[in-house]
């Protein structure tokens, strides 16, 4: 997936769809003989921040890819509201925000060209502001006009974080968002996540980082083999609950 291309590019065609959760029913995926998803269910809805736990090879990045219209299922459903994935409009991509393990942004642009040129391709009227507020939510309204390259990786995440976030999605996800962020970084993002619950989006994350998701989640959903082992709301103690869902029964 090219940086030039985004999942959410069709942002100016789908500003009419709107939907306030997404049904995961049933969903299975299939690589040839290999089962990388099988038989998950849950519901992601607005205001809310799922978390799907698990080992690698659980499954994980699999279903966000789903999720993202990216991949089809090979059974099962996935609804935006009351739309189906597989016969959505390709506009439906412009409601979804994505931030996976490739930042998917220029080290050769400054980090106010790097966000204006995806507001741009989003489709917002005015990409320069739209660029110049994601830096301020970000923190970096002072390093606007600095090379992306010359970023550490926390600044880097904080800017790709807004690239994903630049159209205002209704579904956000992210794939290990908190990988190699300091404690400095880690809080930021924590607070943008927390403020997004507020303003009505959808969250869904995978994450290994359980301290950091003890406390924020509305859900945790924990995956192992492809399989949904178990689900808590408001979870507390996730490590404990982590190891138990980790050596427990999987479902049938």
Do not use: C
């Given at each position: 997936?090219?940086?030039?291309?985004?999942?959410?590019?069709?942002?100016?065609?789908?500003?009419?769809l709107?939907f306030?959760?997404?049904?995961?029913?049933?969903?299975?995926?299939?690589?040839?003989?290999?089962?990388?998803?099988?038989?998950?269910?849950?519901?992601?809805?607005?205001?809310?921040?799922?978390?799907?736990?698990?080992?690698?090879?659980?499954?994980?990045?699999?279903?966000l890819?789903?999720?993202?219209?990216?991949?089809?299922?090979?059974?099962?459903?996935?609804?935006?509201?009351?739309?189906?994935?597989?016969?959505?409009?390709?506009?439906?991509?412009?409601?979804?925000?994505?931030?996976?393990?490739?930042?998917?942004?220029?080290?050769?642009?400054t980090?106010?060209?790097?966000?204006?040129?995806?507001?741009?391709?989003?489709?917002?009227?005015?990409?320069?502001?739209?660029?110049r507020?994601?830096?301020?939510?970000?923190?970096?309204?002072?390093?606007?006009d600095?090379?992306?390259?010359?970023?550490?990786?926390?600044?880097?995440?904080?800017?790709?974080?807004?690239?994903?976030?630049?159209?205002?999605?209704?579904?956000?996800?992210?794939?290990?968002?908190?990988?190699?962020?300091?404690?400095?970084?880690?809080?930021?993002?924590?607070?943008?996540?927390r403020?997004?619950?507020e303003?009505?989006?959808?969250?869904?994350?995978?994450?290994?980082?359980?301290?950091?998701?003890?406390?924020?989640?509305?859900?945790?959903?924990f995956?192992?083999?492809g399989?949904?082992?178990?689900?808590l709301?408001?979870?507390?103690?996730?490590?404990?609950?982590?190891?138990?869902?980790?050596?427990?029964?999987?479902?049938?």
């Amino acid at each position: 997936m090219s940086p030039s291309i985004p999942p959410g590019s069709s942002a100016s065609l789908g500003a009419g769809l709107d939907f306030d959760h997404v049904t995961v029913d049933d969903v299975s995926r299939h690589f040839g003989r290999r089962r990388a998803v099988a038989h998950v269910s849950f519901v992601a809805a607005r205001g809310s921040i799922i978390g799907l736990l698990g080992p690698n090879g659980a499954g994980k990045s699999t279903l966000l890819a789903m999720l993202a219209t990216l991949l089809r299922p090979s059974g099962g459903s996935i609804r935006y509201g009351t739309m189906q994935a597989t016969g959505a409009p390709p506009a439906l991509r412009g409601r979804i925000g994505v931030l996976g393990h490739d930042l998917f942004l220029y080290p050769e642009l400054t980090a106010r060209e790097n966000l204006g040129f995806f507001a741009g391709l989003y489709g917002r009227r005015d990409a320069d502001a739209a660029a110049r507020a994601a830096l301020t939510r970000a923190g970096l309204a002072d390093r606007g006009d600095d090379l992306v390259a010359s970023f550490s990786r926390g600044m880097r995440q904080r800017v790709a974080l807004e690239r994903a976030l630049i159209h205002e999605p209704r579904l956000v996800l992210l794939d290990e968002p908190f990988t190699g962020l300091d404690e400095a970084s880690t809080a930021a993002l924590v607070a943008r996540l927390r403020g997004l619950r507020e303003s009505g989006a959808a969250i869904v994350l995978a994450t290994h980082d359980l301290d950091v998701a003890d406390g924020l989640l509305d859900e945790a959903i924990f995956l192992r083999d492809g399989r949904m082992v178990e689900s808590l709301s408001r979870p507390e103690g996730l490590r404990t609950a982590y190891r138990r869902a980790m050596t427990g029964p999987i479902r049938s």
